[in-house]
T-cell receptor, first 112, second 114 residues
Framework: KNQVEQSPQSLIILEGKNCTLQ??????????LRWYKQDTGRGPVSLTI?????NTKSNGRYTATLDADTKQSSLHITASQLSDSASYICVVSASGTDKLIFGTGTRLQVFP | DAGVTQSPTHLIKTRGQQVTLRCSPKSGHDTVSWYQQALGQGPQFIFQYYEEEERQRGNFPDRFSGHQFPNYSSELNVNALLLGDSALYLC?????????????FGPGTRLLVL
């Protein structure tokens, strides 16, 4: 069964600190992996998208990594800001289908 | 260039009623997908519309139906509402042949069923 699991479920950090969120997937055959940021009550906004051949991609203070062999991805946030408080969702797409398989997300709270 | 828009933003219904949610895709996009997101959960795929036809469907009952219009906008209809239908309903638009690369989400419609 195609699944995407994320950890931790929730995370609290202080402003200015770094953090790393994890994503493990069993989706096969793999097409691409995306990280979305979702503010409470709003639609998800894409941060990064990586295909099989890419193992790292950055978007400002966000850096995503992908290990297609172990089927793991991480999202690293550098020098966190209060506005980073949101849910971060890992989404995987399987080849041959346009369906997106969503993880349940990691809820990040950044405190001053 | 407007992104994906959805209406209404919030809606309150009672059990057994019917509801219609609307979505306008991002300019240039031809495909609309609908998702249901329960509180604290990731979005669950409902169905996808392209060329005014339902192309793919997730594990949702027939109470959930949709429509796509010639201008690519779409509606999601839910009949015989249940308390469990309370959720944030997200619409995402894309280009059909690049759907794996393009998926832009709207702000969502929050539905509360009492």
């Amino acid at each position: 069964k195609n699944q995407v699991e994320q950890s931790p479920q929730s995370l609290i950090i202080l402003e200015g600190k770094n953090c790393t969120l994890q994503c493990n997937y069993t989706v096969s055959p793999f097409s691409n992996l995306r990280w979305y940021k979702q503010d409470t009550g709003r639609g998800p906004v894409s941060l990064t998208i990586m295909t099989f051949s890419e193992n790292t991609k950055s978007n400002g203070r966000y850096t995503a990594t992908l290990d297609a062999d172990t089927k793991q991805s991480s999202l690293h946030i550098t020098a966190s800001q209060l506005s980073d408080s949101a849910s971060y969702i890992c989404v995987v797409s399987a080849s041959g289908t346009d369906k997106l398989i969503f993880g349940t997300g990691t809820r990040l709270q950044v405190f001053p | 260039d407007a992104g994906v828009t959805q209406s209404p933003t919030h809606l309150i219904k009672t059990r057994g009623q019917q509801v219609t949610l609307r979505c306008s895709p991002k300019s240039g996009h031809d495909t609309v997908s609908w998702y249901q997101q329960a509180l604290g959960q990731g979005p669950q795929f409902i169905f996808q519309y392209y060329e005014e036809e339902e192309r793919q469907r997730g594990n949702f009952p027939d109470r959930f139906s949709g429509h796509q219009f010639p201008n690519y906008s779409s509606e999601l209809n839910v009949n015989a509402l249940l308390l469990g239908d309370s959720a944030l309903y997200l619409c995402a638009s894309s280009l059909f042949f690049l759907a794996r690369e393009t998926q832009y989400f709207g702000p969502g419609t929050r539905l509360l069923v009492l």
